[in-house]
């Protein structure tokens, strides 16, 4: 009885009646197949690959007609943008600088909290309150863009103008102060990942010198992390100028460069705005949409650029770290 | 330095921190705290007897009986208003009476025609109330009560004339007599002014051209087309506001010379003359009984469509909409996502290959969410599609392809963390029974993974659930029909949310369809991003073996 038990559940294992080796034909199928699957998945792992050259390519395919037929100078000098006009003017100066106007404003109101807020993550808070904070960051960085927009708009512009006395709400401050929101939550993770990837020694070295937490922080552990920060700091900007509802929405978009130049109050205009606003009224194949076709480009390569500077800072914070 | 002085500084060092922490919490609590209960409100609140009118007429549910005899209890109120309106019309509205007038004697006419009187006398009846016709409009036209009376007494002596017993022309007498009563109270040289309040006046009550009123239109009016104008205030809150623009004007003043204008609010009363101070004394006494504002949760937000650019209804296309994009974009994410990230991690090896990958990865998850919509619009809509033999337009399956592409690192970076998480001796056991490793990874790794997994895919649906800019010329519209198949173009949460925070003058008028709507999107997005988070440290706990 217990013997007959035993072998029913034996049984399925293995197939004893069959020889251990494969034949030829299983061989080689088994071959095929290995090398099969691993060439679908890679061809599926590439699709970023491909992706990212589709963008490029495309995105310079549409505005080619544009960029070879007008001034590059012009496009890029002239702060004239008149799209619309009888003899249009496609000088985009004023919406670079727009953009990072804007970017570099938000980084100003960022970076300096962004740190603190990632050394009293790593350094300050217990690993319990930790688990508390961190969602709050979390969800900062979950809300969607068009809901910050919306919160500039119905509430912020009407608060400005009212309590700040300004002519116009919806205006660079405005726009900077968002998108230092939104930055916060990239900059805080990055920066504490690299701050906490400092080891203990360097800590315990200071502490037992004599140091204070402060000096620790100052003088040891932040220059130590330098290289991640710095990433973190480059990985916010590109968040910033990539961003278009909210400038969209928050900026007043008005083709200008603010006059003077400290003057946030102003209404200023970016080229993700630009392009948002303007694509739905530019007619197919015309100059106008291949213009705003090349200020994609101009993100692009502003973006690309950021995103080597922010790889390099980051392997480097690797290397330091002493992890790969 | 001194030891004291440093403590100092390091305390001060750590209490900066500190705030800025504190800051962001606070930042977060003012973002959402005030969106949250102001959205909350497009559901709970106070709706009048309009909005059951409202949502019987237009969604075809409503308690009949009960709401009908609200309909009867209220419509007194309706008439009596409108009477004591009309009443103080007749004295003071110059045009309106001399219309009238006009048209009495049109009709006068064309009943002695019907009654075929002989040609002789049709001409003397008709010239005779020309004349009372002519000295109406003159004392009408006047101001002074002493050149007033004579005019009129001169039509009323035609009163007793047995030709007019029992025709339209007995309606010259009624008019010229309500007139005197008027002329002898009212002070007649404001007579413009008041006919310009009443008019005011008469939009806050009923309605203007093209805004909706308290009452909604008057009780003799046919049918507005527009189907805002056919409601008074749905909501207590909106009646609230009228009502108190109708005991109130607002005006601008300059108290001091040089100094900003300040607003200063008098009693819309004091625009008229006594005769009609009952009228506002009416509607502070009834308010509450005219309208019958009741607690309503109107959860039907969530279902149902808008009618004129969202003055009534809710969200439901919208829903639906995001639903549809977000749904049909993770059929091209999920796949692709999991299988990059299995693809990283278990069969990596050519160093240089995977070092491109990742960098394209991790250049992916830099680029603007506006150039992906360029892309989509010049590779998608433009290039693909017409290759295909599908129409070039924006629509769903575009919107879909566009953020699937966008969200593609975040799942391929989750799903590589989840699969990482797995510990070796997982795969370790699998490899030393014989299982092969594509038999291993399908059968222990990615069991072991799902969990964490789907913490990417949620948090791919949340993203792909939020993105406007990529939508911007890819699929989404601000009005249309709720879409067919892929290849409609549909309304979404996100889009509509910008499109009413920008929106015009009727947006802003109905405050709490704007809150509601991007909450309805934020807090869909903060539940699908909780559940992410649960997950993942519940997932993570149980892997360590807590």
Not at chain 1, 282 to 292: F, K, M, Q
Not at chain 1, 298 to 308: G, P
Not at chain 2, 361 to 385: D, K
């Amino acid at each position: 009885m217990s013997n007959a038990q035993i072998s029913l559940t034996l049984e399925p294992a293995a197939d004893t009646r069959r020889p251990m080796a494969l034949t030829p034909g299983e061989d080689f199928r088994g071959y095929l197949a290995s090398h099969l699957g691993r060439a679908v998945l890679f061809l599926m792992t590439f699709t970023s690959v491909l992706a990212v050259l589709l963008i490029l390519l495309f995105v310079i395919l549409r505005s080619f007609s544009f960029l070879s037929g007008y001034s590059l100078v012009e496009f890029l000098a002239s702060r004239d943008w008149r799209p619309t006009a009888e003899s249009p003017v496609f000088g985009s100066l004023a919406i670079i600088v727009g953009s990072l106007y804007v970017s570099f404003a938000a980084l100003l109101f960022a970076v300096p909290l962004g740190v603190l807020a990632a050394v009293f993550l790593s350094d300050i808070l217990s690993w319990k309150a930790r688990n508390v904070v961190k969602p709050v960051v979390e969800i900062l960085a979950a809300i969607p863009s068009v809901a910050y927009g919306f919160f500039a708009v119905l509430v912020l512009a009407p608060w400005m103008q009212k309590h700040l006395g300004l002519s116009t709400g919806t205006n660079a401050l405005n726009a900077s102060l968002i998108l230092a929101i939104m930055a916060l939550p990239t900059i805080i993770s990055v920066a504490e990942d690299s701050i906490s990837a400092i080891g203990r020694e360097l800590r315990e070295a200071s502490y037992s010198c004599g140091a204070t937490r402060m000096e620790t922080m100052i003088k040891v552990i932040i220059p130590a992390a330098h290289s991640g920060i710095i990433a973190a700091v480059v990985l916010g900007m590109m968040r910033a100028i990539g961003e278009t509802m909210v400038v969209w929405m928050a900026s007043g978009n008005a083709t200008q460069i603010p006059h003077p130049w400290w003057d946030v109050s102003q209404s200023i205009r970016t080229m993700t705005a630009t392009i948002a606003g303007e694509m739905g009224e530019a007619p197919e194949d015309s100059e106008h949409r291949g213009a705003l076709f090349a200020i994609g480009v101009l993100l692009l390569i502003l973006t690309f650029s950021l995103n080597i500077v922010s790889e390099y800072f980051l392997s480097r914070a690797k290397k330091a770290t002493g992890k790969t | 330095m001194n030891l004291r002085i440093r403590g100092t500084l390091d305390r001060f060092f750590t209490a900066a921190t500190g705030l800025s922490v504190v800051l962001l919490m606070l930042v977060l609590v003012a973002i959402l705290g005030p969106m949250l209960y102001r959205g909350s409100n497009a559901v709970f609140f106070q709706g009048t007897v309009e909005f059951r009118k409202m949502q019987r007429d237009l969604f075809r549910r409503s308690d009949e009986a009960t709401l009908n005899a609200e309909i009867a209890e209220t419509e007194v109120f309706h008439r009596r208003i409108s009477e004591m309106i009309d009443e103080f019309r007749k004295g003071v509205d110059i045009e309106a009476m001399s219309s009238q007038v006009r048209d009495i004697h049109r009709t006068f006419g064309q009943e002695l025609r019907a009654k075929a009187v002989a040609d002789d006398r049709y001409t003397e009846l008709r010239n005779l109330t020309r004349d009372i016709r002519d000295s109406l409009e003159a004392a009408f036209a006047k101001q002074d009560i002493r050149e007033i009376r004579p005019l009129l007494d001169g039509v009323l002596l035609h009163a007793e004339n047995p030709a007019f017993q029992g025709t339209a022309a007995e309606k010259f007498f009624e008019i010229a007599r309500s007139f005197l009563a008027t002329a002898e109270t009212v002070d007649l040289n404001h007579q413009q002014e008041y006919a310009a309040a009443l008019r005011e006046l008469q939009g806050i009550l009923f309605h203007t051209q093209d805004l909706p009123g308290l009452l909604g239109p008057r009780p003799d009016e046919p049918q507005p087309l527009l189907v805002m104008l056919r409601y008074g205030a749905t909501r207590w809150d909106q009646a609230q506001q009228l009502l108190d623009r109708f005991f109130w004007v607002e005006e601008w003043v300059e108290e001091k010379p040089g100094e900003p204008l300040v607003m200063r609010k008098e009693p819309r009363a004091d625009l008229f003359p006594e005769t009609l101070g009952p009228l506002f004394a009416y509607v502070q006494e009834n308010a509450d009984k005219m309208l019958k504002p009741k607690f309503t949760a109107y959860w039907q937000f969530f279902l149902d469509d808008n009618f004129n650019s969202h003055y009534f209804g809710g969200v439901g296309p919208e829903i639906l909409g995001t639903l549809f994009i977000t749904l049909v974009g993770m059929l091209f994410v999920i796949p692709f996502g999991i299988v990059s990230a299995a693809y990283l991690v278990e069969c990596a090896t050519d160093g240089q290959v995977i070092r491109i990958i990742r960098m394209c990865i991790n250049t992916l998850a830099g680029v603007p969410s506006i150039v992906f919509g360029l892309f989509g619009l010049a590779f998608f809509v433009l290039f693909l599609f017409p290759l295909l033999g599908f129409e070039p337009k924006p629509c769903i399956l575009a919107a879909s392809m566009t953020l699937a592409v966008l969200t593609l690192p975040v799942m391929i970076r989750a799903s590589e963390e989840a699969i990482r998480a797995v510990p070796r001796h997982y795969k370790e056991g699998a490899l030393a029974l014989g299982a092969s490793r594509f038999h291993t990874f399908v059968t222990i790794t990615l069991p072991a993974a799902l969990p964490g997994i789907l913490t990417g895919v949620i948090l791919s649906l949340s993203r792909i659930a939020g993105e406007t800019a990529p939508i911007l010329f890819t699929g989404a519209v601000s009005m249309g029909d709720v879409p067919r198949s892929v290849f409609d173009p549909t309304r979404t949460l996100s889009y509509g949310s910008y499109d009413m925070a920008v929106g015009d003058r009727l947006a802003m008028m109905v405050p709490h369809n704007q809150y509601g709507m991007v909450v309805t999107l934020v807090a869909l997005i903060l539940i699908l991003n909780t559940v992410a988070i649960v997950l993942r440290t519940r997932v993570y706990r149980k892997l360590r073996g807590q």
